[in-house]
T-cell receptor, first 114, second 114 residues
Framework: AAGVIQSPRHLIKEKRETATLKCYPIPRHDTVYWYQQGPGQDPQFLISFYEKMQSDKGSIPDRFSAQQFSDYHSELNMSSLELGDSALYFC?????????????FGPGTRLTVL | KQEVTQIPAALSVPEGENLVLNCSFTDSAIYNLQWFRQDPGKGLTSLLLIQSSQREQTSGRLNASLDKSSGRSTLYIAASQPGDSATYLCAVRPRAGNNRKLIWGLGTSLAVNP
């Protein structure tokens, strides 16, 4: 069965650079979520999109932005990177309109900011 | 504000033991509760999802129960194996506010020793 795809899997950037993370949800899923997980921490919700519209916003810094495209893939854009942005970034998708809402996670992108 | 707590934070058992991981949440107004497994530095794998109207779910050697009124869930692992070693996280999908994001516990780090 198709799973959530994230790219790249690993990314190394310098401070003040920008990064773009991509997420391809499971086909037919209508909702995409972005989470950030620091070392030894639980995942922190950043932002979600339902049917290409932003549906909820969590602890996403103003330096970050995200969008969902017509093909339902989503991109998380991160600018003016800081050392503290080093983390695992997960994308998840779910089929909310069918009521179950189970979230399926991608393998994550490990971002390292030097 | 919904808070999720997992006890114990870490657990080490010999192979073959049956074990129970605990998850508690402060607000019983939830849509569902999900148990995840995470291997070190890796992605999140959904193990079981329990809807708020359900009492338990089973998958192989795993059994998850939900007592919504007391704000508790347990994950029972039968006949543990070294391959079960991982961090187990529970997350709830609250009814309050925008109901799409998950609220996470910090996880239980499980080591099953051969």
């Amino acid at each position: 069965a198709a799973g959530v795809i994230q790219s790249p899997r690993h990314l190394i950037k310098e401070k003040r650079e920008t990064a773009t993370l991509k997420c391809y949800p499971i086909p037919r899923h209508d909702t995409v979520y972005w989470y950030q997980q620091g070392p030894g921490q639980d995942p922190q919700f950043l932002i979600s999109f339902y049917e290409k519209m932003q549906s909820d916003k969590g602890s996403i810094p103003d330096r970050f932005s995200a969008q969902q495209f017509s093909d339902y893939h989503s991109e998380l854009n991160m600018s003016s990177l800081e050392l503290g942005d080093s983390a695992l970034y997960f994308c998840a998708s779910s089929l909310v309109r069918e009521g179950l809402g189970e979230q399926f996670f991608g393998p994550g992108t490990r971002l390292t900011v030097l | 504000k919904q808070e999720v707590t997992q006890i114990p934070a870490a657990l080490s058992v010999p192979e073959g033991e049956n074990l129970v991981l605990n998850c508690s949440f402060t607000d019983s107004a939830i849509y569902n509760l999900q148990w995840f497994r995470q291997d070190p530095g890796k992605g999140l794998t959904s193990l079981l999802l329990i809807q708020s109207s359900q009492r338990e779910q089973t998958s192989g050697r795993l059994n998850a129960s939900l007592d919504k009124s007391s704000g508790r869930s347990t994950l029972y692992i039968a006949a543990s194996q070294p391959g079960d070693s991982a961090t187990y996280l529970c997350a709830v999908r609250p009814r309050a506010g925008n109901n799409r994001k998950l609220i996470w516990g910090l996880g239980t780090s499980l080591a099953v020793n051969p």
